[in-house]
């Protein structure tokens, strides 16, 4: 079975980093996508940035374009979101997801993803 696991969230000022994981167990091939989703109090749940492990591509947002990177590590079987110059608006709590048997899908596109990891709670603070 896939199961994920977010990590790494935390309080940081504005202009600063973190990094989140996402620790993928369950998988038994490459045709999948994964994504990290936010959702900001009274919002809606919006896609951040996407991988393909088929081939590694990346897609984000225009919001953290140049800001974020995601990132895979396959011998862990980790994808990391790797957020720099964090700005306010950045405060979510942040998802990781897994869109199996799909190369690759619209960003944001819920509907594709079966699975989820936890939240991990991102606050950045002016």
């Not at 369950?26 to 990290?36: K, L, R």
């Not at 919006?46 to 088929?54: D, L, W």
């Not at 990391?80 to 709590?93: F, K």
Request: glycine letters at 12%; proline letters at 1%.
């Amino acid at each position: 079975e896939v199961q994920l696991q977010a990590s790494g969230g935390g309080l940081v000022q504005a202009g600063g980093s973190l990094r989140l994981s996402c620790a993928a167990s369950g998988f038994t091939h490459d045709n999948y996508v994964i994504e990290w989703f936010r959702q900001a109090p009274g919002k809606k749940r919006e896609g951040v940035a996407s991988i393909s492990g088929t081939d590694g591509k990346t897609y984000y947002a225009d919001s953290v374009k140049g800001r974020f990177t995601i990132d895979a590590d396959t011998s862990n079987k980790t994808v990391y979101l790797q957020m720099n110059s964090l700005e306010t608006e950045d405060t979510a709590v942040y998802y990781c997801a897994a869109a199996m048997w799909y190369h690759t899908v619209v960003l944001g596109t819920e509907d594709y993803f079966d699975y989820w990891g936890q939240g991990t709670q991102v606050t950045v603070s002016s």
